[in-house]
T-cell receptor, first 115, second 111 residues
Framework: AQTVTQSQPEMSVQEAETVTLSCTYD???????LFWYKQPPSRQMILVIR??????QNATENRFSVNFQKAAKSFSLKISDSQLGDTAMYFCAFMKPSRSYQLTFGKGTKLSVIP | NAGVTQTPKFQVLKTGQSMTLQCAQDMNHEYMSWYRQDPGMGLRLIHYSVGAGITDQGEVPNGYNVSRSTTEDFPLRLLSAAPSQTSVYFCASKSPGWALHFGNGTRLTVT
């Protein structure tokens, strides 16, 4: 079974600064997908970024980028130029290709952006 | 294009009552699923469907039933609610590719 660990329950960052959220995972699979989801106080689950394990290049979406280290089973999220709207819970998630498309989530990191 | 729509947003039930959480999507996605989110945890898969007439169990299916009579709708039924089913429930569908897109959730409290 896969497990996803987010070791930072809470983090804070000053507005306009950069912050990195950590995620490690455990799997014996060689082909899989990794995701970061954002959950603001509104409760909505919003896809931030995704990474295919077979791709060596790190994914980037505007101010969000990942550092994917396959051998170390590490998948950290970097948020640049932090904005107040980035305040949210962030969940790292793992998916192995299967009929169920099941996502295995970490417990989340609560990020607060301070003005 | 409304995406994934869940109703109701909030619900309070007494132990033993039944209810159905509704989920609809207008994107013609074949795959839909239900997750629950408990405090301090990420989401866990309850049931999923890969198309009309096809459903299967996820990680935590006990106490829940599903059916999929149309591509658009995927309701989740609680036949006899228990306090352990107090949670936030999310419905999701999948577009081509490997990413799930979630509805806004239903907060259910069972007293």
């Amino acid at each position: 079974a896969q497990t996803v660990t987010q070791s930072q329950p809470e983090m804070s960052v000053q507005e306009a600064e950069t912050v990195t959220l950590s995620c490690t995972y455990d799997t014996s699979e060689s082909n899989y997908y990794l995701f970061w989801y954002k959950q603001p106080p509104s409760r909505q689950m919003i896809l931030v970024i995704r990474q295919e394990a077979y791709k060596q290049q790190n994914a980037t979406e505007n101010r969000f980028s990942v550092n994917f280290q396959k051998a170390a089973k590490s998948f950290s999220l970097k948020i640049s130029d932090s904005q107040l709207g980035d305040t949210a819970m962030y969940f790292c998630a793992f998916m192995k290709p299967s009929r169920s498309y099941q996502l295995t989530f970490g417990k989340g990191t609560k990020l607060s952006v301070i003005p | 294009n409304a995406g994934v729509t869940q109703t109701p947003k909030f619900q309070v039930l007494k132990t033993g009552q039944s209810m159905t959480l509704q989920c609809a999507q207008d994107m013609n996605h074949e795959y839909m699923s239900w997750y629950r989110q408990d405090p301090g945890m990420g989401l866990r898969l309850i049931h999923y469907s890969v198309g009309a007439g096809i459903t299967d169990q996820g990680e935590v299916p006990n106490g829940y039933n599903v059916s999929r009579s149309t591509t658009e709708d995927f309701p989740l039924r609680l036949l006899s609610a228990a306090p352990s089913q107090t949670s936030v429930y999310f419905c999701a569908s999948k577009s081509p590719g490997w990413a799930l897109h979630f509805g806004n959730g239903t907060r259910l409290t069972v007293t």
